[in-house]
Every structure is written in structure tokens, then in C-alpha cells.
């Protein structure tokens, strides 16, 4: 396979510690020989606290099998969206490059070409907010596919306080800054690249595999279907706080990649603030985030409502966008779309508690009126969990974790999937609607300098939110190397 060889050289070439997320040691960059940034600065031709450039890169792939498991019923009168009972195997494998430029004083530019080759189980369907690996895409394919992930504009302006020295990263200089500054960014990123961070459940190249631990299930934020956007985030840092605000841009159609450039028509907004802290001198932080989105995009109880009115608007007969129901005698969202608004806030928590230990809790309540649009099919979301690091067996690169998440949905959506209704990621043509959780549990061994191997297990109860149909168990294998 392609994507092995791409790998072999990776690791052949390149060799690399990275920042473990979520500990408290010092930066591995700043010490480790194989750092190929660090390399250069040992020659003196590169300084990495004042950078004028860097390069960055990263390989990952996933395989992951499910077992066969029990279902009343799948894919009932002719709505396709059930996730399929028999045993599956998917993969994914992505490549990224993360390039920054220095501009001038306070200005960076960041370009991340990136490459995805994947197979989904079900072809990406039955699973509403625990979808087994994060790097999933809708519209993905085992062909690989080059995309532009990333490409913006950074300004910092400097207000004083403390001066505060910035590590070299991906999609960050090295650089050094004043703890009051504003940030501003405009162009192509993800939302989940500046909100929601979390040290101990975020970066899922090197955590949890599950989707749920990635950012708040139910964060229906605006973007393509590979999960990027355009627009611009403003932070303003203020020694231990943070307030942050986006608008950015939804696609054109519900979970689709063209995005609508109309930018003032229909937006993406999120606003969020962040405090941090010491908690009997150990490091940990609150962040509330509150998310409005404005799309063209159907309510349940209209797409249900028209349905009623006449039995002719149903999930076959739409000449418009929709997701290929046979279900004739289902409601279907084609026939409410129309400009609305969507909203949800949520909380996010972490705090390290012993040494190289740390936990996590996120929790969002969005509104559930409409259609899911860019993200997941979960209204309501709730994840915790603990994530170690292996200093205290003697392997400090080693990662252990544990999680816990669930996502519910609310009446009236689960009122439309009963009646045969489908979204961009559920229906099973009916539902005895019941919280739909996982738990997540993985290891990751650091083998090289550059090389990470995970074995991760998921047990997802209710795929779909449907109690009817399950338990799933899928088992995980991810290879990681960075350079």
C-alpha cells in the first residue's frame, strides 16, 4: 500500500520527540537531538525561540475492526443510514506538512497542504457522536486525496505584562510575546485548531481514537465536510484569561465540502473564555464556549409538519439537496430548509492531579431543533476521562488513557428518526431512542524517537441513539510518527 511506503521513508528520514501532551516536563524539543528543527539550531542556522520559519510534519494510520453485534432491524424501509451488523474493518491514513513564515514584527503566515486515504465502516453511517476514529471525512475515499487543510494570516499585537517565550510547534513560531496581546487570524483553519483546547483530550493523533473526545460531540461548528473553513478568530490574552471569537463560513449544503462565501448571509459564530489556574500548585484550566450558527438548514418539527401535510413531500420525491432516503413513507429535511439559527454552549475542563496525571470533563447543551449541518448528529454531549503519562512505569513517552462519553438527542429529532427520517449520519427507519455513549481505552508506546504504535479498545451501547440495535465493540491499531 502507498500510504506504508510514504510512512517507511518518514521514519527512515525523519526522527522527532513531541511535546506529550497533558505532562509538565520540559519541552523534548528543547533537548533531543533528533529534533530536526533543534538539529539545525545546534548548528546555528536556525534559532528557535525567535524563528523565521519552520517545517513540521506528521503521519497516521488507523485501522480498526468491529465484531459482529446484535440488531432488532437495519436499514428499515429503505432508510440506509444504519451502521452495518456484520464484522467491518476501516483505516484511515493522513499526511500533513505545517509550514510558517514570519512576515514581520507580530506577523506569521501558515500554509498546511495535507493527504487522507480512508474506508469507513458503513460508509460513515449508524454512528451519531462516538464514530470510532477522528479522522474520518465524509466524501473520503481508499484513493488519496491532496487537499489545502490550512492557510492563514497571523497578527499578535503586544499590550505588555509579562514577557512569555512561545515553543516551535505546528502552526507555531517559536517566538516570544506579552501575556496581554491581541491575536488576530484571518483565512482557511478548522475552528477546533484555536477553540476548545483541552491537554488532555483534543490531540487524537497521539489520545483517544474516539470522535467524542476530539471537541464537544454536540459543537455543530461551521466548516466543510473534511472540517475546515474560512474566516477569522480574534484572542485577546490577558495574563491567566482568555476571550476568544470567530465567524467563519458553513458549506453550502449539510455536511458537504463547497463552502457558501457569502460570509454575512450565512456564519459560523463562537465565543469563548478561558481562565487558567494552579489547583494546589498543579496547572489546569475552565473554558465556557456558546456557538451560534446561521444556515440554511431544516428544522425537525417543519421537515415532520410538511410531511403530514402532504404525504407527496417525503424522503423520496425532493429534487433538492438530500441524502438519497428510499424511504417513501419518511419525513425529510430536504423539504424544511430555509435560513435558521442553530445554538448550543458548553463548559470544558482539565486539571492535572497527581504528577504526569491528568483528567478531563466537557459538557455542551445545543438546542436541537435543526439538522446536523457540519459535525456530528448529537444534540448533547457529555465526556470525561484521565490520560497518564508512562514516567511512573519508566516509559515517560507512553500515553495511557481512559474515557467515557455519551450523547443524547433531542424529542423532536428523535420523533423525526422514528418516523423513517435520516440525517447526514443516522436513521435506521425507526428508534427506541436511548443515550448513545463509549468507552474508550488505549495505550501508546513510544517505539522510536519518532514512532508511536497504539492499541485501543472502544464498547459503544445504542449506536445511532437507537437501544434496539447493539452493543459494538471495535478494536484499534494507530501508527504515528512526527518529524
Given at each position: ?39 539545525l539550531a545546534k548548528k546555528g ?388 431512542a436511548r443515550a448513545e455513549h ?46
Amino acid at each position: 500500500m502507498p500510504l506504508f511506503k510514504i510512512f517507511l521513508v518518514c521514519c527512515l528520514l525523519f526522527s522527532v520527540v513531541p511535546v506529550q501532551a497533558g505532562v509538565t516536563e520540559p519541552d523534548p524539543r528543547a533537548e533531543d537531538e533528533f529534533d530536526i528543527m533543534n538539529m539545525l539550531a545546534k548548528k546555528g542556522w536556525h534559532d528557535l525561540k525567535d524563528e523565521r520559519w519552520n517545517a513540521y510534519g506528521q503521519f497516521t494510520y488507523i485501522s480498526s475492526w468491529k465484531g459482529a453485534f446484535p440488531a432488532l432491524y437495519t436499514n428499515l424501509n429503505g432508510s440506509p443510514n444504519s451502521l452495518l451488523p456484520g464484522s467491518e474493518r476501516s483505516f484511515t491514513g493522513t499526511a500533513t506538512l505545517y509550514l510558517g513564515l514570519k512576515t514581520w514584527q507580530g506577523g506569521e503566515i501558515y500554509f498546511a497542504p495535507e493527504m487522507i486515504s480512508m474506508r469507513p465502516l458503513s460508509n460513515l453511517k449508524g454512528l451519531g457522536g462516538v464514530i470510532q476514529n477522528f479522522e474520518l471525512q465524509k466524501g473520503g475515499s481508499e484513493t488519496p486525496i491532496y487537499y489545502q487543510s490550512r492557510l492563514f494570516f497571523k497578527q499578535t499585537f503586544g499590550f505588555g505584562g509579562e514577557r512569555i517565550q512561545l515553543a516551535s510547534d505546528p502552526m507555531q513560531l517559536g517566538t516570544t510575546v506579552d501575556s496581554r496581546r491581541l491575536v488576530l487570524r484571518f483565512g482557511n483553519f478548522s475552528v477546533i485548531d484555536f477553540f476548545d483546547k483541552n491537554s488532555y483530550s483534543g490531540d487524537l493523533r497521539r489520545q483517544f481514537l474516539n470522535m467524542a473526545f476530539m471537541t464537544y460531540a454536540a459543537f455543530d461548528f461551521a466548516a466543510d465536510a473534511r472540517g475546515y473553513t474560512w474566516g477569522g478568530v480574534a484572542e485577546y490574552f490577558h495574563d491567566d484569561w482568555t476571550v476568544r471569537f470567530a465567524h467563519v463560513i458553513p458549506s453550502k449544503d449539510p455536511n458537504q465540502l463547497p463552502l457558501d462565501m457569502r460570509a454575512f448571509k450565512f456564519y459560523g459564530h463562537q465565543v469563548e473564555v478561558e481562565r487558567r489556574h494552579r489547583w494546589h500548585g498543579r496547572p489546569g484550566a475552565v473554558r465556557v464556549l456558546a456557538y451560534r450558527n446561521h444556515e440554511n438548514m431544516g428544522k425537525f418539527s417543519d421537515a415532520i409538519a410538511a410531511f403530514r401535510s402532504d404525504p407527496n413531500k417525503n424522503a423520496t420525491t425532493c429534487t433538492g439537496f438530500n441524502y438519497e432516503s428510499g424511504n417513501a413513507g419518511a419525513p425529510d429535511l430536504c423539504w424544511a430548509r430555509k435560513p435558521n439559527d442553530k445554538m448550543g454552549i458548553g463548559i470544558n475542563l482539565e486539571q492535572e492531579v497527581l504528577d504526569d496525571v491528568g483528567v478531563f470533563l466537557r459538557g455542551m447543551y445545543s438546542d436541537g431543533k435543526t439538522e446536523v449541518y457540519s459535525y456530528t448528529s448529537t444534540d448533547r454531549s457529555i465526556a470525561f476521562g484521565a490520560l497518564a503519562n508512562g514516567s511512573r512505569w519508566k516509559r515517560s513517552k507512553d500515553l495511557l488513557g481512559a474515557g467515557f462519553a455519551a450523547g443524547w438527542i433531542s424529542s423532536q429529532h428523535a420523533k423525526y428518526l422514528n418516523m423513517g427520517g435520516i440525517d447526514g449520519f443516522i436513521g435506521d427507519g425507526r428508534i427506541k431512542a436511548r443515550a448513545e455513549h463509549v468507552v474508550d481505552i488505549f495505550y501508546s508506546v513510544n517505539v522510536l524517537h519518532s514512532l508511536w504504535v497504539t492499541a485501543d479498545y472502544q464498547h459503544i451501547s445504542n449506536p445511532g441513539f437507537n437501544a434496539d440495535r447493539g452493543p459494538v465493540n471495535v478494536y484499534g491499531l494507530r501508527v504515528h510518527a512526527e518529524f
